[in-house]
């Protein structure tokens, strides 16, 4: 059972673009939703995280946007760069010491 | 990787054997887990620990069991590997925030091949 639903699989943006990776819910018991980077080779890292009382968060060129409502959030890079290529992995958690779900990824390549 | 060391980092076996994994950290998190990723499925748990000698099942434990004897270690094994085990194996840590979520660290991986 997917519990967190991510698209898409994959993305290819042009250099200075913005990409755009989304992800749906169905938990309303989820309250922690980070964004996790990761280069081939190397294990995930946490890129950005936000919790629903906020509709969004900036970190430099990395944005969550979050729809409580809609059971939606999403990570916009703005200006993408080649460095950004990776795999992008969204997740969620309830409150407390549940450990996170992970959607299935998207790819991204940013072509110059 | 924040004090995470996965081993080995690459092995191939055969089906049927028995293969331990083991994930040794210098952060003394509390809490540790095992994932694997594999292509269209992302990264899904397999068991996690939240402290020494307890531990609990994550989403894709049948076939795998797991032992913390320590803080710092934290060993995976496949009692009898079969083909469908195949995979790229992570260890994660946490514990520096109230909630085990607040950040996960991960190993570099383990990518094992059962043939």
């Known amino acids: 059972q997917q519990q967190v639903k991510q698209s898409p699989q994959s993305l290819i943006v042009q250099k200075g673009g913005i990409s755009i990776i989304n992800c749906a819910y169905e938990n309303t018991a989820f309250d922690y939703f980070p964004w996790y980077q990761q280069f081939p080779g190397k294990g995930p890292a946490l890129l950005i995280a936000i919790r629903p009382d906020v509709s969004e968060k900036k970190e430099g060129r990395f944005t969550i946007s979050f729809n409580k409502s809609a059971k939606q959030f999403s990570l916009h890079i703005m200006d993408s760069q080649p460095g950004d290529s990776a795999t992008y992995f969204c997740?969620?958690?309830?409150?407390?010491?549940?450990?996170?779900?992970f959607g299935k990824g998207t790819r991204l390549s940013v072509i110059a | 990787d924040a004090g995470i060391t996965q081993s080995p980092r690459h092995k191939v076996t055969e089906t049927g054997t028995p293969v331990t994994l083991r994930c040794h950290q210098t952060e003394n998190h509390r809490y540790m887990y095992w994932y694997r990723q594999d292509p269209g499925h992302g990264l899904r748990l397999i068991h996690y620990s939240y402290g020494v000698k307890d531990t609990d099942k994550g989403e894709v434990s049948d076939g795998y069991s797991v032992s913390r004897s320590k803080t710092e270690d934290f060993l995976l094994t496949l009692e009898s590997a079969t083909s469908s085990q195949t995979s790229v194996y992570f260890c994660?840590?946490?514990?520096?925030?109230?909630?085990?979520?607040?950040?996960?660290?991960f190993g570099s991986g383990t990518q094992l091949s059962v043939l």
């Open positions: 997740a969620a958690s309830p409150t407390g010491n549940t450990p996170l779900v």
């Open positions: 994660a840590i946490s514990g520096t925030g109230a909630a085990t979520n607040e950040k996960l660290f």
